[in-house]
């Protein structure tokens, strides 16, 4: 049993940054492949950014030139730096462990409780 703690949510104008921490309680998180989603009210979660736990990292489009994913494996912890930050990108940020690489939420087996991310225009 993996559990997932996000912190460092809030609101924010548009243009500024934030950085998302997520801290997992396991001894085996550099065996994990770690991911952020986000979910806005009546939509399905979508793929935000994902990690492997080689560190190879992989984004959704509308983000790769405005976030980064990272993870400190001697903290247990994973990342998300995002800048310039638009009303779109308002929702709830999820982060999530896996045993596999993927972009569906379906493939990830545990998950966090979420932190709010709101950007005011």
């Known amino acids: 049993q993996v559990t997932l703690v996000e912190s460092g949510g809030g609101l924010v104008q548009a243009g500024d940054s934030l950085r998302l921490s997520c801290v997992a309680s396991?001894?085996?998180?550099?065996?994990?492949?770690m991911g952020w989603f986000r979910q806005v009210p009546r939509k399905e979660r979508e793929f935000v950014a994902g990690?492997?736990?080689?560190?190879?990292?992989f984004y959704e489009d509308s983000v790769k030139d405005r976030f980064t994913i990272s993870r400190d494996n001697t903290k247990n912890t994973v990342y998300l730096k995002m800048n310039s930050l638009k009303p779109g990108d308002t929702a709830v940020y999820y982060c999530a462990a896996a045993t596999t690489t993927s972009r569906l939420a379906n493939d990830y087996d545990y998950w966090g409780q979420g932190t709010q991310v709101t950007v005011s225009s």
């Open positions: 396991t001894r085996t998180f550099d065996s994990y492949d």
């Open positions: 990690i492997r736990w080689s560190g190879t990292t």
